[in-house]
């Protein structure tokens, strides 16, 4: 008997991943810092098989079937909230979302306090964000509940890490030896954070670019501390943006911004937006990649932003499969 | 531990030449007939089956590939985790004879998930059940249209079907385990 040529699109045994027994065990998603490099593979994967559901008419599996998400937002959220809730609804889940500028927060009612009505409740998973670094962390300590970091403080966004990587991966096939720029404000940016997490653990060098002012205190000294020789500092754009293959904008949070750390908004725009020109210096195929929201005119110009080698909106639309993809793996997660 | 060898590399093309010719004289042709194979070992299984049909037939037999991670009903007790696979099947099942194709039939539970997955793709006319392995010990009212090999056994006892496009061999063995050992009712 012969085997039959395969047609376009079918798995055959040469294409699949190899037979995976890697040990899942992240019951909580805090921050990149403690996945290795199989577990991420294994989110990106699952994703995958999350984009071919999101593929279909109906976009509705059953496995999370009579489990409960809540989003529980201390702080202002478009994107990340509705990938949350679209994600959990695909898988079946039940969500409720909190908003807590309209909650008993107003009221005074302490972050442990809502977190434990909401266990309460019958919550499975949180999807948290807060203003408070760590916060997540604490949430842990007090519920039994599934944590997952939607964005604390300047500290993590790791579901936006993920996405990314699942981004680039898309178009470039892997992360190996990738020049990927980080350009703008690395100070206030969790989503940096968790980047250079799960950038270097999948073999990226990464460059994070920005004025001396808007890069984090102690910066060298922690990349040292933690070893990641990957990661390198410049404070020009130019030299950023040579030969890269992918470059990330950062939006300039100007709710966070303190008074004298730029001279002023027309001087960073001189010298960091990223404009058609200075995109000339990085690769012909260059990802331009932004977490959004995005300042148009300020970071990066109309044309970029919305030009051919922009994938903004389509690290979007992957949202939804990685956060699909996250909340089938702790479903089934153990402890860590 | 032991292990012990069921079936040949004949054996197991022995079986599916005959599948192929049951499910051609079955379904009166091959006409509408798409071959899904479970993940990981269903798929070449089911691509080799099609490949019979083909030479029978004369015609282009669909074949895709189907997962069923996210169908599962024991998702929360799961913690090796295997990675889930695209699910990718080339044609609309919708008014099709669907034919899955799995190496070994046991509980009938991933059957039941995998029925699940399928209608969820579209409405097929029938669809038929095709194994190599029919090991018993069924937990649903689910039966196969068509076994490679009924091999009793018993719930402490593996079957290992090994295809040559996943484990570089062709063969069935059991393996039986050591004396001592709890039964662990897998």
Redesign the interface.
Same mark, same amino acid.
């Given at each position: 008997m012969k085997t039959v040529e395969p047609g376009p699109g079918i798995a055959t045994p040469e294409t699949l991943p190899p037979p995976s027994i890697a040990v899942w065990q992240h019951r909580h998603i805090l921050d990149l810092d403690d996945f290795t490099r199989e577990e991420i593979e294994l989110v990106l994967e699952t994703a995958d098989a999350m984009a071919e559901v999101l593929t279909r008419e109906v976009k509705r599996v059953p496995t999370l079937r009579g489990k409960t998400v809540v989003t529980m937002f201390y702080e202002p959220s478009t994107r990340t909230r509705a990938s949350f809730e679209l994600a959990a609804k695909n898988l079946s889940a039940d969500t409720v979302s909190l908003d807590a500028s309209k909650s008993s927060v107003t009221k005074g009612e302490s972050l442990i306090d809502s977190l434990r009505t909401i266990q309460a409740l019958g919550a499975d998973f949180i999807v948290m964000r807060h203003s408070q670094s760590g916060a997540p962390y604490l949430a842990t300590q007090h519920v039994n509940c599934s944590i997952i970091n939607a964005g604390d403080g300047w500290h993590a966004h790791p579901s936006q890490a993920l996405l990314d990587l699942y981004t680039i991966r898309r178009h470039l096939g892997k992360l190996d030896n990738l020049k990927v720029a980080i350009i703008g404000d690395i100070m206030h940016s969790r989503v940096a954070r968790s980047n250079i997490w799960g950038m270097s653990t999948m073999g990226a060098r990464i460059i994070l670019c920005a004025p001396h002012t808007l890069l984090a205190r102690g910066m060298e000294s922690f990349l040292a501390k933690c070893q990641l020789p990957n990661v390198s500092i410049e404070t020009d754009i130019e030299p950023a943006l040579e030969d890269a293959d992918v470059v990330m904008l950062l939006r300039l949070q100007t709710e966070r911004q303190q008074s004298g750390l730029l001279p002023s908004l027309r001087e960073y725009i001189q010298l960091y937006q990223l404009t058609t020109e200075r995109l000339s210096l990085a690769r012909q195929n260059v990802l331009v990649m932004h977490p959004g929201p995005i300042n148009e005119g300020i970071e990066i110009s109309p044309e970029v932003a919305h030009g051919t080698q922009s994938v903004i909106e389509e690290q979007v639309s992957n949202g939804v499969a990685i956060r699909m993809a996250l909340l089938y793996l702790i479903a089934g997660g153990k402890n860590k | 531990m032991s292990e012990r060898t069921l079936m040949s590399p004949q054996d197991m093309?022995r079986a599916?030449?005959r599948i192929a010719h049951e499910i051609v004289e079955r379904n009166r042709g091959a006409k509408d007939i798409v071959l899904v194979g479970m993940?990981?070992r269903g798929?070449?299984l089911a691509?080799?089956l099609? %490949?019979?049909i083909?030479d029978l037939e004369e015609i282009t037999?669909?074949?895709?590939?189907l $997962?069923i991670?996210?169908?599962?009903d024991d998702? !929360? !007790?799961?913690?090796?985790? +295997?990675?889930?696979?695209?699910? $990718?099947i +080339?044609v609309d099942v919708a008014g099709k004879q669907v034919v899955l194709v799995d190496d070994v039939f046991y509980t009938g539970r991933s059957i039941r998930a995998a029925m $699940? %997955?399928l209608i969820?793709?579209g409405r097929p006319q029938s669809i038929q059940l095709a194994v190599l392995i029919d090991r018993g010990h069924r937990e649903l009212p689910i039966r196969s249209d068509y076994v490679g090999k009924n091999i009793p056994t018993s719930n402490n006892e593996e079957i290992k079907v090994y295809v040559k496009?996943?484990d570089g061999e062709d063969k069935v063995s059991i393996i039986a385990p050591a004396k001592g050992v709890a039964d662990e009712n897998s």
């Open positions: - | 093309h599916l030449v993940q990981t798929v070449p691509m080799r099609a %490949a019979t083909q037999i669909p074949v895709g590939s $997962d991670s996210l169908y599962r998702l !929360s !007790s799961l913690s090796l985790k +295997p990675t889930v696979h695209r699910t $990718d +080339p $699940d %997955a969820d793709l496009e996943v």
